[in-house]
């Protein structure tokens, strides 16, 4: 049997018009799912999903109606790729109300809500794989981003417990923790070169991740192979956890 193939599994990918999304959307194309890409901008996702072959829709996942959206345009969804933008940077001590709420619910119930209403049919299949992109920040909280360190933590633990929940059913949950990886955010939050020599000097592989080395380890994690890890959370951060 041939390993690692995904050939009549469909995929839905949430922030996949760029970055780590995009990654994870094209490693599972190129294993043989056919996948949905959605996000919020729609020349973005256009090219983005043309460029792999793709389907998109333009759905906000921060609402349950944007969810309604992506659910509906992808129809049947065997693989859940749950991943959006991170919230804003800010000291702890100036997050806003509006912020806790924006981050909760573009980062947490985006994750609950697509995961609640995909596993029901992944339970009646007995098959299927939720995976949450997270942050290093969960198991290291960064100064900068409270936020996200709180609300990733959160998903982190909901995915393990639904795992409890839905592992005798062929269902995994996992998150995918990515380090430092070269996107548009990572450009944004370090756009200074200096700044970025800092950083790279602290990480034992001396260097960003690439999108496709976070998006690899969300196409294996989709497949039958791993059929056993589950209620995981796998740090793509070139070591900067040791
Ligand atoms: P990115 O900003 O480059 O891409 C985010 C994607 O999500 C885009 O496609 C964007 O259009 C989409 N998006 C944003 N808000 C959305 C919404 N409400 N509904 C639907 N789509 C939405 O980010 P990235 O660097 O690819 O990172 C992906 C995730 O991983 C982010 O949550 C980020 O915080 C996290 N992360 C990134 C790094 C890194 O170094 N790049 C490190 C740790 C964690």
Redesign the pocket.
């Given at each position: 049997m041939t390993l690692f193939r995904l050939e009549g599994k469909r995929a839905l990918v949430?922030?996949?018009?760029?970055?780590?999304?995009?990654a994870a959307a094209h490693d599972l194309m190129r294993l043989g799912a056919q996948v949905t890409l959605?996000?919020?901008?729609a020349d973005?996702l256009k090219t983005a999903a043309n460029a792999i072959g793709a389907r998109w829709v333009v759905?906000?996942?921060?609402t349950p109606e944007?969810i309604q959206t992506a659910l509906a345009a992808a129809g049947q969804v065997d693989i859940l790729v749950s991943?959006?933008?991170?919230p804003p940077p800010a000291l702890p001590s100036a997050v806003t109300e509006e912020a806790w709420l924006a981050g909760l619910n573009?980062?947490f119930l985006?994750t609950v809500r697509l995961a609640a209403a995909v596993l029901p049919g992944m339970r009646e299949r007995r098959w299927g794989r939720i995976i949450a992109?997270?942050?290093?920040?969960v198991g290291r909280p960064a100064l900068n981003l409270p936020v996200?360190n709180a609300m990733r933590a959160a998903v982190t633990n909901h995915l393990k417990t639904l795992a409890l929940e839905v592992a005798a059913d062929g269902v995994t949950c996992n998150t995918v923790?990515?380090?430092?990886?070269a996107?548009?955010?990572?450009r944004a939050l370090h756009a200074d070169p200096a700044d970025a020599e800092k950083l790279t000097a602290k990480i034992p592989a001396r260097r960003?991740g690439e999108?496709g080395e976070v998006g690899a380890a969300v196409a294996f994690l989709a497949t039958r192979e791993a059929a056993y890890i589950t209620g995981q959370e796998i740090l793509v951060d070139g070591g900067w956890s040791i």
């Open positions: 949430t922030g996949g018009s760029r970055g780590i999304g995009l959605a996000a919020r901008g973005a759905a906000d996942v921060s944007g991943n959006a933008g991170g573009t980062t985006s992109i997270t942050s290093l920040t996200s923790a990515p380090g430092y990886t996107t548009d955010r990572l960003f999108p």
